[in-house]
């Protein structure tokens, strides 16, 4: 198994980076590896998916604290099995100390190592594992939110056999070796007498029930892959890479477990007119210089429909206005942000003669106290050369 990267080095951030920072470094790396954004790129899809695990772990407070501690150890217990043991001991780790006193006192004796304690009930109920699927939207879309029909692929509980893996008109039958109750008893000679001990039976992996014939339709594994559509509302003010959870709708669980869940992470397309930043929208209008010099009602395009504005007399290229309560909804949450318009002074072209002849003349009776900034930059200039 490929050896994990740190987790602060795959959002490359620094091991005490705040909540803000680390949420700024996910947003610029899942952005990069986006599937959406590099199709067909399996290198880019496990760099995605490695900055979704790392942001998993390091966004979640007790999972980080562990993770500082113990690395991915603290947050993964199979990570690093059968390479080097429990926290990197070299093969020798305290699951090795719980077997020695398994052998001797049939079970840990209460020391802490292991031992019977950490078995897993086979029979038990085994939560579903959670499943993630990616969703393109537009822009508006992401701004108002829209009802958007997923489809789900996730381990289904096999119809045929209902979930036992026996063939159907079948059933599992008791294990003949352990006799139904999972375990079998181990006489050994060691250095201080016969110890028995009790140990998972191999025969049905401590089940206590084996299967004499196999379900053809999900080969005794009692699920099947399969897929199911479901209708979701995408909350209005999502934004780009933020995902929602749809709950119990990832793999059915086994034994009677709870189904696990559906991460759903949105993929907002960019909007030719408009720019988000957080809650806030940006949106640039030409207006005339006629316009500008002499003030105007303009109509602004907002994600509402059109609003009327004045643009006030004298108004300078760059000049952002501002529209409150006119951004994106906040998510789950009562308001919104606000649009910002820039105004963008356009220049005309080909000028006829006539009209280039009334801008001269109107150029040539204009002084310079119609113009700060240009005044102020050759007084800038005088003073300069004064020097």
């Known amino acids: 198994?490929?050896?994990?990267?740190?987790?602060?080095?795959?959002?490359?951030?620094?091991?005490?980076?705040?909540?803000?920072?680390?949420?700024?470094?996910?947003?610029?790396?899942?952005?990069?590896?986006?599937?959406?954004?590099?199709?067909?790129?399996?290198?880019?899809?496990?760099?995605?998916?490695?900055?979704?695990?790392?942001?998993?772990?390091?966004?979640?407070?007790?999972?980080?604290s562990r993770y500082d501690q113990f690395g991915h150890a603290g947050v993964d217990p199979s990570y690093g099995a059968g390479a080097g043991g429990a926290y990197g001991t070299g093969g020798f780790g305290f699951e090795d100390l719980g077997d020695i006193f398994d052998n001797f006192f049939g079970g840990g004796g209460g020391f802490g190592f292991g031992g019977s304690t950490r078995t897993r009930n086979p029979n038990g109920p085994i939560k579903g594992a959670d499943v993630r699927i990616n969703i393109p939207l537009e822009f508006m879309e992401a701004v108002k939110g829209v009802k958007k029909k997923i489809t789900v692929t996730q381990q289904q509980t096999c119809s045929e056999c209902g979930g036992n893996g026996a063939a159907?008109?079948?059933?599992?039958?008791?294990?003949?070796e352990c006799g139904g109750t999972g375990q079998v008893r181990v006489t050994q000679r060691t250095p201080i007498g016969t110890v028995q001990t009790a140990r998972t039976c191999?025969?049905?992996?401590?089940?206590?029930?084996v299967i004499k014939e196999s379900c053809k339709v999900c080969a005794g594994r009692g699920r099947v892959r399969g897929s199911k559509t479901l209708e979701v509302n995408v909350p209005a003010g999502i934004d780009d890479l933020q995902s929602f959870i749809l709950r119990g709708e990832g793999d059915q669980g086994m034994n009677n477990g709870p189904a696990g869940d559906c991460v759903v992470t949105v993929g907002v397309r960019p909007d030719p007119l408009y720019e988000r930043d957080g809650f806030d929208i940006w949106c640039d209008i030409p207006i005339t210089f006629a316009q500008a010099a002499l003030g105007d009602e303009i109509t602004v395009p907002t994600v509402d429909g059109k609003v009327a504005y004045t643009v006030p007399e004298g108004t300078q290229p760059g000049t952002v206005f501002r529209l409150r309560n006119k951004g994106v909804p906040y998510v789950n949450g009562r308001g919104r942000g606000d649009q910002y318009v820039r105004a963008a002074l356009e220049v005309p072209k080909n000028l006829s003669s006539k009209q280039k002849d009334a801008l001269r003349a109107f150029d040539d009776m204009m002084g310079e106290k119609n113009y700060d900034k240009r005044k102020s930059f050759f007084d800038k200039i005088k003073d300069a050369m004064n020097k």
């Open 1 to 64: 198994m490929a050896e994990k990267r740190d987790y602060y080095e795959v959002l490359g951030v620094e091991k005490g980076c705040s909540e803000d920072e680390l949420k700024k470094a996910y947003r610029r790396v899942a952005k990069q590896h986006h599937p959406d954004l590099n199709p067909d790129d399996k290198e880019a899809e496990t760099r995605f998916k490695e900055a979704n695990e790392a942001y998993e772990v390091l966004s979640d407070s007790q999972k980080r």
């Open 168 to 176: 159907k008109g079948t059933t599992p039958e008791s294990c003949s």
């Open 202 to 209: 191999p025969k049905c992996g401590g089940k206590g029930s």
